[in-house]
């Protein structure tokens, strides 16, 4: 039966939009030097992205230094106060480690990627002044990707929200991926008629890159399962009816258990699938 048939359906492939990171200047510094220099470059979760030269923290670290160096009783409780200012001015507790340990002054910082993906934005070039809360990187993860696939409206009633999917691309038309569906989006197409399904799949290996097409199938036991709609009118049409060649048409309300009569004409009552036989 048709109702049966695996649904398939183009798509493209685009970053998981959960899956983003942002690094931003946690104080105003100098930009002495960039590791990554370009959009799009890969990066590893902890891989350098920049050198910061902050002289902020150089007052904070050399106050410190000199409460530390100091002898007596009364400076027992100045070491704490000094080393809270020390964080206070934007140094992280790693960061004031390596001065306690070094007892010298480090007024320079690497930032390091959260996560691993690729550059999705670069906001920072050497020689620059940033400030606090500037945004540096903006970094996309790729351990998973969306596609969009493109439901038709005739269809997409039947769509839920958990349903498993395949995906298939030409770039690697010896891999099938696997995955769900994620959200149906509220946004209909008008000139294709279609409604978006963001499907979540995983990326192992970073072999999906966003941008390629796709093409989605929903298995049939999903869409069998999609529209309650669709399991009443297997109860109310036969199959003999359902899948005779001299069928032309079935009229059927689903809504109140209404039937549908001659044209222009609609009648309460029990659903009776119409068999209508060409003449001739």
């Not at 691309?169 to 294709?192: C, M, Q, S, Y």
């Not at 995983?202 to 999609?226: E, I, K, Q």
Request: contains cysteine; charged residues 20%; aromatic residues 4%.
């Amino acid at each position: 039966a048709a109702l049966a048939q695996t649904l398939e359906v183009p798509g493209s492939i685009a970053y998981n939009d959960r899956d983003v990171a942002v690094v931003a200047a946690r104080v105003g510094g100098f930009v002495e030097k960039l590791h990554v220099r370009a959009a799009l470059d890969p990066v590893s979760k902890g891989q350098p992205l920049a050198e910061i030269y902050v002289p902020d923290w150089i007052a904070a670290q050399e106050e410190y230094l000199a409460v530390k160096r100091m002898q007596g009783s009364n400076t027992a409780s100045l070491v704490p106060a000094a080393r809270q200012r020390m964080l206070l001015a934007g140094m992280s507790e790693e960061q004031v480690h390596a001065v306690e340990a070094g007892n010298q002054v480090q007024p320079r910082f690497t930032l390091r990627a959260p996560i691993g993906g690729v550059i999705a934005e670069l906001a920072v070039r050497e020689g620059m002044t940033v400030m606090p809360g500037a945004l540096l990187y903006r970094i996309n993860g790729l351990g998973s990707v969306w596609i969009y696939a493109e439901v038709p409206e005739s269809q997409a009633g039947m769509l839920r929200i958990g349903a498993a999917v395949e995906a298939r691309t030409p770039a690697l038309p010896d891999r099938t991926f696997k995955g769900r569906v994620a959200a149906i989006l509220p946004e209909l197409n008008r000139e294709t008629r279609t409604l978006k399904a963001r499907v979540e799949i995983a990326n192992a290996g970073g072999r999906l890159t966003p941008g390629m097409f796709a093409s989605v199938s929903f298995a049939p036991d999903a869409v069998d399962a999609m529209s309650p709609t669709i399991a009443r009118m297997r109860q109310v049409i036969p199959a003999s009816v359902a899948s005779s060649t001299h069928l032309s048409h079935i009229a059927c309300v689903m809504s109140g258990a209404m039937a549908a009569s001659p044209p222009g004409q609609v009648k309460r009552g029990i659903c009776k699938p119409t068999r209508m036989v060409p003449k001739g």
